[in-house]
């Protein structure tokens, strides 16, 4: 299961959020209901149901890519928003064997992105 989330550009909060299942290899989704205007898009799993996806060991990706996000822009249907999702992987501390727990996905539920 991933989750599919419309993101405003500027505040970076969560505008629109859906869930995607696999078929055959491939996640389709389809926004509907977002106002005209520019939105990124983003998605990933949420393995520890912390309500944040892309959090360090989850799927993550964006439109095109997470580390180059492009605004998608909304003014009717919109096609071709196509991306592909891989694992974020934490390295623990070798002095602390601890890894960082704060989350710094994207809200699956409203608000604005952990950084």
Do not use: M
């Not at 360090?56 to 928003?81: I, K, M, Q, R, W």
């Amino acid at each position: 299961l991933h989750w599919v989330i419309a993101v405003n550009p500027v505040t970076k909060e969560t505008v629109k959020t859906i869930t995607a299942s696999v078929i055959n290899g491939t996640y389709n989704y389809n926004v509907t209901g977002l106002e005209p205007g520019e939105y990124q898009i983003v998605a990933g799993t949420d393995s520890d149901n912390d309500g944040f996806i892309c959090d360090a060991g989850e799927a993550c990706s964006g439109y095109p890519t997470f580390s180059n996000l492009s605004n998608v822009v909304v003014s009717g249907d919109v096609s071709g928003v196509d991306f592909t999702t891989g694992f974020n992987i934490s390295i623990s501390s070798s002095s602390t064997g601890q890894t960082d727990s704060q989350p710094n996905g994207y809200s699956k539920y409203g608000g604005k992105r952990i950084q």
